[in-house]
C-alpha cells in the first residue's frame, strides 16, 4: 500500500484480518504452515502426485470466506465455482436484462401451493456466487433468533448459540467494510461499532421514516456491505465509496459492495489458493471406508478429476443436496433435501406525490426490528422490516406478476415508476414436512435430474405474512402514500442440509462436518437449521469461517 | 395520482456521454438498433403472428404506430436458443410446449367466444379473449392440461421485461438509470441530477 494514500482521509482496515480461532493464530504467527498436512489415516490410499488438501466447490458467501481461512493456514486449496470470473469493473453493465448471467439459469422446478421463483429471485452462479447479485443487507440475526425451539416449542434450535457467531459477526464487518448504525439501536450491546457510517437514505428510506415515526416504530439506518467511504481491502488495495447506482442486485461495478470476488477471493488467491471458474462438479468419488478422494468435473467441455484430502461443499441450498442425492452421499439421516425454509418477504408499494426515484442509492438504505417478538403476534418468532428501492425491470415483472395489470393500464402505472416506494419485510420460517428438494425425473441441459423445489407457506408463515402486510400499510398510509398494493413473496433457500447435535436428524454437526462422511464439511445456508429472521449472508459468512477455524483446529490437534 | 410524461429523446442523449458506461452503452444501443423485420426461428410464421397480436394487446403501443418496441422476437428467439431463467412453475409443462400449448389455447377461446381466429377479432374482442384467459377455466381443451392463470402470468411477465428493458420504454416511465456515472449525489426525496428528467405535462390516469 502506498504511504501516501494512508493520508487521505479514508477508512483504514487492519491490514491483517482479526483471526477468532487461537490455533489458526498460532499457525499465522509460526513459520509459515507446511505446505503439506500429513494425512488424516495412516491407512489410507498413498497420494497421487496432485492431491491437495482441500477442495472447496462454490464461491459463493458459504465458500469463499472459508477458502480464504484454510489458505492463510498454508494448505494446498483449489476451488471449483460452475460459473465465470468476471471482470465487474469492465463487464458489468447497468441494466437488468445484461447482467441475467449472474443468475443460475438451469431450470428448477417450483412446486406447491406457494412456488419459490428462483433466477433473479434466488440463486447466483460466478466466481462470488450470489455474493455478486445480493442486496448486500448485512444485518446480525439477535440472540434468540437461534432458539425457536427453546422459546416457543416448535422449529429448531441451533447447536449454539449467538456467542459462538458472534466474534465473527465482528471480524466480518470490519473485514468487508460494512456500512451501520453505531451504537445498533436492537439487540445486545455491542463490543465494536461498525467500521463505517450508514450510506445515505434514498427516498425511499426518507418516506418510511416519515411513516414509522407517526406510528411509533423505531427505524435506523441498516447496515449494508457497502462502502460509505474509501476502504482498504487486504489482497485488493483501496475499494472506492458507493456511487448509489442503486444495482446491488444486479452486480456492483465499482467494488463498493463487498461480494466475495472483491474481498475474500482475492485474500484467498493471495495465499495461494488455486480457483477454477467454469468447472461443475458431477461425481464425488470416495473409497471403500466412504472418505471422499476427489471429485469429478467438467471444466469448458473437459472431464476433469481433482483428489483432495478434504472437501468443502459449498453449493448453496439446492446444488448442495443436489449433489449430495445424486451421488449417494451424506443420506443416513434422512435430511438431505428436508426442511427447506424460505423467508417470507412480502412487500407493499404506495405512490406518492412527492419524487422517489427509487433506482437511486442503497436499495435496502433502513431497518426496524420493532416487529422481531412483537407483542401482538399470533405466530411464532418475528420479522425485521426494510424500506425498498427497485430497478424498472424488476419492479415491472412484480406489478405483472402480483397487480395481473396489462395493456393500457400497466403502461399508465409504470408511468408512475419515480413515485413509487416500497417496504419489505424478512421473516423467520419454521421447516414443514410438505416442504423439500427431490429430484424430478426431467433433465437439465447437462443431462442431470432438475431440482424441485415444493414450497407451501403453512399457518406460522401466514400469519405473519398477514401482521406484517397491515403494519406496513399503516406506515405507508402514514407517509402518504395512496394505491397501496402487496406483493407476497419468498426469499432465499434455507435448511436443506441442516446441522444438529446427531446424525439421527441432522446432515452435518455443529462444525459442519458431515456425520456420514468425516472428510466432508458443507458450509452454505443449507446446515441452518431455522431460518432466521434475518437475511442470510452474513451468518453464511460467519459459519463459513468458524467452520474453517474447527477444521484447522482439529487438524492441528491431529497433527499436534 | 395522474402518470408523469416525461420528455422523448432523453435516453438517446444520455447514450453518447460519459454517464453511460461501455458495456451499459453497448446492451441498450442493442436493443435500439433491433432490426424492424424479424423472422421467426422457433415459432411456425402464423404462430409467431399470433403471438405478436396478442403482445400487441397486453402492451398496446398506438404512440408508435410504426415503429413498436418489438416483444414477441425475444420469446421466439428465447425458445429457439431454449435459454431459460433459472425456473418454471412445475405446474407449467417445458416453456417450449407451454408456449405452442398456450398461444394454441387462445385460438380455442376465440373460437368458442367469437368463432373466428384471435388476429381476425377487434381489439376490444380481442381484449375479451385475454381477460378469460387471465381469469379461470377460459374454454378449451388446452387448458384442461395447461394451467391458464400460471401461463397468462408467465408469458405477461415476459412481455413487462422485454418492454421495459427498453431504452425508449425506460425513457416513457422517466428512468435513466443507466447514465450512472460518475455517481448518483442527489438521492434523496424530491431530489434529481441535472442529467435527469423533469415530467412535462401531467396526463389524466
Known sequence: MPEEEILEESVLNPVMPDVQDPLLRALLADEPAPVDTPQEQPQALPAEADEVDCVVIGLGAGGAPLLARLAMAGLKVVALEAGPWHDAKKDFATDEQAQDFLFWNDERLAAGQDPLAMGRNNSGTGVGGSTLHYTAYTPRPLPDDLHLKRDFGRGEDWPFGYEELEPYYEELEGFLGISGPTPYPWGPARRKGYPLAPLPLNGAAQLMVRGAAKLGIQTSPAANAALSARYYQEGVGWREACTNRGFCQAGCSNGAKASMDVTFIPLAVQHGADIRPNSFVTEIERDERGFVTGVVYTQNGEQQRQRCRHLFLCGGSVETPRLLLLNDLALTSGQVGRNLMAHPGVQVWGTFADEVRPNKGIPGGLISQDTHRPKDADFVGGYLLQSIGVMPVTFAGQVARGRKLWGQPLRDYMRQFNHVAGINILGDCLPHADNFMELAEEKDARGLPKPRLHFTAQENEQRMNAHAEKIMRGIWEAAGATDIWAFGRYAHVIGTARMGLSGDDAVVDANGRAFDVPNLYISDNSTFPSALSVNPALTIMALSLRTADKFLEQQQRRNG | ?205
Do not use: C
Open chain 2, 1 to 205: 395520482m395522474s402518470s408523469p410524461a416525461y420528455p422523448s429523446g432523453t435516453v438517446r442523449a444520455l447514450l453518447d456521454t460519459a454517464h453511460v458506461s461501455d458495456a451499459t452503452r453497448a446492451a441498450l444501443q442493442a436493443r435500439l438498433d433491433a432490426p424492424a423485420t424479424y423472422a421467426p426461428q422457433f415459432l411456425a410464421p402464423e404462430t409467431f403472428a399470433l403471438l405478436e397480436a396478442v403482445a400487441a394487446r397486453l402492451f398496446p403501443q398506438p404512440d408508435r404506430p410504426t415503429q413498436p418496441i418489438p416483444l414477441a422476437p425475444a420469446i421466439d428467439q428465447r425458445l429457439a436458443d431454449g435459454r431459460a431463467d433459472g425456473w418454471r412453475y412445475d405446474a407449467l409443462p417445458p416453456d417450449r410446449e407451454a408456449y405452442r400449448m398456450g398461444l394454441g389455447g387462445i385460438q380455442e377461446i376465440a373460437q368458442a367466444q367469437f368463432q373466428t381466429d384471435f388476429m381476425n377479432l377487434e381489439a376490444a374482442q380481442q381484449d375479451a379473449v385475454l381477460h378469460m384467459l387471465a381469469g379461470s377455466h377460459p374454454p378449451g381443451t388446452a387448458w384442461q392440461t395447461l394451467d391458464a392463470g400460471r401461463f397468462f402470468e408467465e408469458l405477461l411477465a415476459e412481455l413487462a421485461a422485454t418492454y421495459y428493458a427498453h431504452p425508449l420504454a425506460q425513457e416513457e416511465i422517466g428512468y435513466v438509470g443507466m447514465a450512472d456515472l460518475p455517481a448518483w449525489t442527489k438521492i434523496g426525496l424530491n431530489e434529481k441530477e441535472d442529467r435527469e428528467p423533469k415530467p412535462e405535462e401531467r396526463l389524466s390516469s
